[in-house]
């Protein structure tokens, strides 16, 4: 990891996002640029209904069907996310960028065990056995410091407690090694011994497997220990960007000051 | 030691869904009956004492003895051994009425749901369409356009009642593909089809089964109804509908043979209504 520059990016040129509503358009994103390098975490910081979460849909092809404009450019390791057809795009969630989501015991059907799922996700982008499948299954829980995980996968979602539940969508998400995880206010619905130990898991990632990392929440405090370069976004624009140290040393934009001074 | 919790875990997950499915006094009376009725039209041939189909005009309308436990019709057959019979050809065509229409209906339902847009509000008005004509009528005037037969009545039926399956299972896979599960199967990479027939299906597939079982007590009177009427089973096949029809000329001398056919079909419909309410609300408590 020499050289963090030629490493690869997930890079957003110009991106304007407008819905469609009722009566008209309202215009969500507007004229972002940003890019999230591999082997570091980048944060993107705001409060509800700023955008953060539909730029991180925009990313992974997610958006909503009344999506109305979608302009500007994605580039995922120097390819374009628009010229990709449903095929290619399935192919890249997931093996190249994956994502876990804020809900975790949501994110999983209630109605499969962990097991299945895991293995039903690996086997869909990697060409290998049913027992193949579990041992990696396996290896991914006890990777995530998951004891007991050959129990674990035979457990239904429901079964486990919120923070079990989001580390094994760690577990799943990572158990096809992507190179980018995109982490949507991953921390928010735990408490906050949990959300520690989440948050560590996702820094090992980072820092061993440089995975580059997109870190959404609207709290400054996790920001600071996580991130490294730090977005601030307000009502789909960016207002301020730098390092970590530079937004908590030296914040520019007022509303990031009145963030900072909104941590508890 | 750790087997055993996982046995004991097991247990306690399957006790939790028997309780809740079959609790009711109601439903398991429902459940007792339709058991009942499935073994007689299954082994039919064994539990028959007579002959349904053996005409004796000597022995005709009988009163019920040994022989023939229920008494014997106009023309001399045993009319305990027609009604088990007659169990067989209910089921069975309501049966496969019910296979077709869950067979058109849900895939249809599943991806206009899932698709949403301008093909679910084409598809959802074809839907209405069907919806908004009483369902006995239009199955009417197709089984008397094609003619009466027992395969003409399953298509006649088949064409009317998918609708109200291709409405539930629409509403069902809205209220599913919101989930945010769906949303982290897409960021996994699944495919589609995977999502709407592995995923979002095994979803709603327990309020479909529900509506399944109300709707086959409804599909058995309409079987009857249109063999009374002389568009569906034809005779001499011992159906309960034209059992019905063909002892309507006796209702003076011999009401047994109305009654019985009559309250075995009110026996039939209730019970598979009971069963149904209870799938539903068991679904509901959860």
Redesign the interface.
């Known amino acids: 990891m020499a050289d963090m520059n030629d490493n690869g990016e997930i890079k957003i040129e110009n991106l304007e996002i407008d819905f469609r509503i009722k009566k008209g358009t309202v215009s969500v994103i507007k004229n972002i640029d940003m890019s999230v390098k591999k082997g570091r975490v980048t944060a993107l910081v705001g409060e509800s209904g700023s955008g953060k979460s539909v730029t991180s849909h925009a990313v992974?092809g997610?958006l909503p069907?009344n999506v109305k404009k979608l302009s500007g450019k994605i580039w995922i390791d120097g390819e374009s996310v628009e010229s990709l057809s449903v095929k290619e795009r399935?192919?890249?969630?997931?093996?190249k960028v994956?994502?876990i989501?804020?809900?975790p015991v949501?994110?999983?059907?209630?109605?499969?065990t962990v097991g299945n799922q895991m293995i039903?996700?690996i086997r869909?982008?990697r060409k290998i056995s049913k027992s193949e499948a579990e041992e990696k299954a396996v290896q991914s829980l006890e990777a995530v410091n998951l004891s007991n995980a050959r129990?674990l996968m035979?457990k239904y979602p429901f079964e486990l407690s919120g923070g079990m539940c989001q580390r094994v969508?760690i577990a799943?998400?990572m158990s096809?090694e992507p190179e980018y995880l995109?982490a949507d206010e991953p921390t928010t619905a735990l408490d906050v011994t949990v959300q520690k130990q989440i948050i560590k898991e996702l820094l090992y990632m980072s820092h061993e497997k440089n995975v580059g990392i997109l870190f959404i929440t609207h709290d400054l405090g996790v920001v600071a220990e996580v991130a490294d370069d730090v977005y601030i976004m307000k009502d789909g624009k960016i207002v301020e960007q730098g390092t970590v140290y530079d937004i908590f040393d030296h914040p520019e934009h007022p509303y990031t000051k009145m963030l900072l001074d909104a941590i508890l | 030691m750790n087997h055993k919790v996982r046995k004991l875990e097991k247990k306690g997950v399957m006790h939790f869904r028997w309780a809740e499915y079959l609790g009711d006094t109601k439903t398991r009376i429902g459940f007792g009956i339709v058991v009942i009725f499935v073994i007689l039209a299954i082994f039919a041939p064994m539990i028959a004492p007579n002959d349904p189909l053996y005409v004796d005009v000597i022995n005709k309308l009988q009163p019920p003895s040994r022989q023939f436990w229920f008494g014997t019709d106009n023309m001399g057959r045993c009319l305990f051994s027609r009604i088990v019979w007659g169990s067989r050809y209910s089921l069975l065509y309501s049966f496969i009425i019910m296979v077709i229409t869950i067979l058109i209906g849900v895939p249809i339902g599943l991806v206009s749901g899932y698709i949403g847009g301008k093909i679910d509000n084409f598809i959802m008005r074809i839907i209405d369409l069907f919806m908004a004509m009483p369902s006995f009528v239009l199955a009417l005037a197709i089984a008397g356009t094609l003619g009466p037969s027992g395969k003409n009545l399953v298509f006649a039926m088949s064409c009317v009642y998918w609708a109200s399956y291709a409405r539930l299972s629409r509403a069902l896979t809205i209220q599913v593909k919101e989930q945010s599960f769906i949303l982290a199967l897409k960021a996994g990479g699944c495919s589609h089809t995977k999502i709407l027939f592995g995923h979002i299906l095994k979803n709603i597939m327990d309020s479909i089964v529900a509506l399944a079982t109300m709707e086959i007590g409804g599909i058995i009177l309409s079987i009857a109804g249109f063999s009374f009427i002389g568009l569906g089973v034809q005779p001499p096949t011992p159906e309960w509908g034209i059992m019905l029809s063909d002892s309507k000329n006796y209702i003076q001398t011999c009401p047994r043979l109305m009654l019985i056919p009559g309250i075995v079909v009110v026996i039939v419909v209730m019970a598979f209504n009971l069963l149904g309410d209870g799938l539903k609300n068991g679904r509901y408590e959860r």
């Open positions: 992974m997610l069907m399935q192919k890249i969630n997931g093996t994956g994502m989501f804020q809900d949501d994110s999983m059907n209630p109605l499969y039903e996700g869909r982008h129990q035979k969508m799943m998400t096809l995109i």
